[in-house]
């Protein structure tokens, strides 16, 4: 088994109005399933695609109260139109993961909400490495995870590139240690993820 394996991916956006209606207009699906995290104070939409993958919208919750770090993501800069920005692969083993990986993936801080318990890797940036493009790393706590709940979309996710200036350096890193195809790493001047899905209109782009 690999040591890091595709969990989900997030849409960051300004307020979730604004991402829920993106992925509405890109991808003809509703995200049913809403949560909050207090930590960082943030909020997020889901929706399921299938038994191990899941859709996140996320943006900074307005009603929170103050943080007294970073929120993740970079989310504290992020401004514009809602984009794919994140990547998250989920780990058996958080510490093992973490000394393969290059530095800058941040320690883990442990969280829970409803059933769920998990550690994610947060730097104290806010800000992953190669510019915020690289992947999140989370370990869910016991056998409870989202898709168990969550309704399925429909959506089959059908490739994850990762356009990057960094893109060789950054798939000789992670490459070893994913599941072959999670991601495919491409050298381009501009960093942005596109991820193409199936759905029942067809093939689905969204960055």
């Not at 770090?69 to 809602?82: E, Q, V, Y």
Request: glycine fraction near 10%; include cysteine; proline fraction near 10%.
């Amino acid at each position: 088994m690999a040591l890091l394996e595709l969990d989900h991916l997030a849409l960051a956006c300004e307020t979730l109005e604004h991402g829920a209606q993106a992925v509405r207009d890109t991808l003809g699906v509703a995200l049913p399933a809403s949560g909050k995290h207090p930590v960082m104070g943030t909020h997020n939409l889901l929706t399921g695609m299938g038994p191990d993958l899941y859709f996140e919208v996320i943006s900074i919750d307005p009603e929170a109260g103050p943080v007294n770090r970073p929120r993740w993501f970079n989310l504290d800069a992020f401004s514009g139109t809602p984009r794919l920005g994140n990547w998250i692969v989920r780990t058996d083993d958080m510490e093992a993961a973490l000394a393969a990986l290059p530095a800058g993936f941040g320690a883990p801080i442990e969280l829970e909400r409803g059933p769920f318990k998990w550690r994610m890797a947060v730097p104290e940036t806010g800000v992953l490495p190669w510019g915020g493009w690289a992947p999140a790393v989370i370990q869910w706590e016991g056998d409870a995870h989202p898709t168990q709940s969550l309704p399925d979309s429909g959506l089959r996710l059908a490739s994850l590139t990762l356009h990057h200036p960094e893109a060789e350096v950054i798939a000789r890193t992670l490459g070893p240690l994913m599941a072959p195809d999670t991601a495919l790493f491409m050298p381009d001047e501009t960093a942005k993820l596109v991820a193409m899905f199936n759905g029942p209109d067809g093939l689905l782009r969204l960055e």
